[in-house]
Structure formats: C-alpha cells, structure tokens
C-alpha cells in the first residue's frame, strides 16, 4: 500500500471511546495492520516512542476552548506508506507534552504520523503544524470534536488539499 499523493484514506480515519493511551494506540494498530498500512511490530515502538518521547500539543495557544491534540509516530521502518491518520477520542486521554513532558494533558485528537521514507516525517509534521496555524480557531475546535470519520475525512482533505494549492 503506497499512497503519495494524498495524505489521508478515508479507511484510516477511527473514532474511539478508548480511555487509555496504550488502548488508543493498540485500537489504531490494529484497524492500521489490517489494512495493510502498518508492520506487526508498529505497536511496541510508537508505544515505546510515546512513553519516552512524548507527541501531546498544549493548543491552548491557538484559541480558547481548542481541545488539545497528541500527534504519535515512530520510524518508518515499521510503516508500509505515507498517511496521516486522524483519530477522534470520545474522552480524553492523557498524553504527556512534547515541550515540557512532565506535564499530563488531556487530549481529544490524533495526528498519527506513517512515513515509510526516514526523512518524510518531518514532512507530514510540517503539513500538520502548518494547519494548525492556518486554520481558524472555531474551525479547529469543531473538527476536534467530530464524531464521524467521514466528516472528519471531507473536512481534512479539504483543509489539506487546499493548503497544496496555495
């Protein structure tokens, strides 16, 4: 499975109720494995990765009542492609800061980084970080509260496809 030209598949879009970082990411991993996306042995690392290298975002800069986002990833070695893979969690999770990683945040979305290209992911957490910073405060605290993956996945493509035209 390659996918270079678009940075997300409708089938790689989840929304859970899991209440547990490591069940949050076992529950992705095995949608993503299925799928062909990711290796069998994705899930040890990008947990081992998060425990020592945390990914939680503070959003709190960009607006008020901005839910704050986590945005995992390890090395592509264990990925079969190029995506990003958002995930909606019904309640908060705790992630730990990637500023201050002492600090516990209460996360509601995911930026699952996959880049099976060693230098591609500083790539996809660009594209990321670019959207976050274009992207209206009341528009970013409604698409981190949707509940469907297809609205989800219209609202991102959208937001995405555009910024590669700009």
Do not use: W
């Amino acid at each position: 499975m390659t996918n270079t030209k678009n940075l997300f598949a409708s089938d790689a879009v989840f929304v859970t109720d899991q209440t547990k970082q490591d069940l949050v990411l076992k529950e992705v991993y095995d949608n993503l494995l299925e799928r062909g996306y990711v290796k069998g042995n994705f899930l040890s690392h990008i947990v081992e990765r998060e425990h020592n290298f945390p990914t939680g975002l503070d959003t709190s800069t960009l607006g008020k009542s901005i839910p704050n986002i986590a945005i995992p990833h390890t090395e592509g070695e264990f990925v079969n492609t190029r995506l990003i893979v958002p995930v909606s969690l019904e309640n908060p999770v705790v992630f730990h800061n990637m500023i201050n990683p002492s600090q516990a945040l209460e996360v509601k979305f995911l930026f699952m980084l996959l880049d099976n290209d060693p230098d591609g992911q500083a790539e996809l957490l660009a594209a990321v970080m670019n959207f976050l910073a274009d992207t209206p405060a009341n528009e970013l605290r409604e698409v981190f509260n949707f509940t469907d993956p297809h609205a989800i996945y219209s609202f991102l493509e959208q937001k995405f496809a555009k910024k590669k035209e700009d």
